[in-house]
């Protein structure tokens, strides 16, 4: 059973930056993508950003040059640097995972204040 844990959310003024990090552990096939997808109230997840593991990455184009997803595949683990946040970024964000099958995290609330 593949677990998928993310760390990192918080209360932030608007303007700031927060880190987010999400380690897979337990997968018996190797991992492709990894992504950051979003949900704030009443509304419907979004993808925030993906990551092969090639490195290729994709974005929201609302937070395109604010956001850099990384990974570092020996590890098993993606991040999400968030700079320059926004109330309207406020959500939870969800980390997803795919090997065999998509996994997802329990998610990590992020909070920007204005």
């Known amino acids: 059973q593949v677990q998928v844990v993310e760390s990192g959310g918080g209360l932030v003024q608007a303007g700031g930056s927060l880190r987010l990090s999400c380690a897979a552990s337990g997968s018996r096939f190797s991992i492709n993508a990894m992504g950051w997808y979003r949900q704030a109230p009443g509304k419907q997840r979004e993808l925030v950003a993906t990551i092969s593991s090639g490195g290729s990455t994709k974005y929201a184009d609302l937070v395109k040059g604010r956001f850099t997803i990384s990974r570092d595949n020996a590890k098993n683990t993606v991040y999400l640097q968030m700079n320059s946040l926004k109330p309207e970024d406020t959500a939870v964000y969800y980390c997803?995972?795919?090997?065999?099958?998509?996994?997802w995290g329990q998610g990590t609330q992020v909070t920007v204040s204005s």
């Open positions: 997803n995972v795919i090997a065999m099958y998509d996994y």
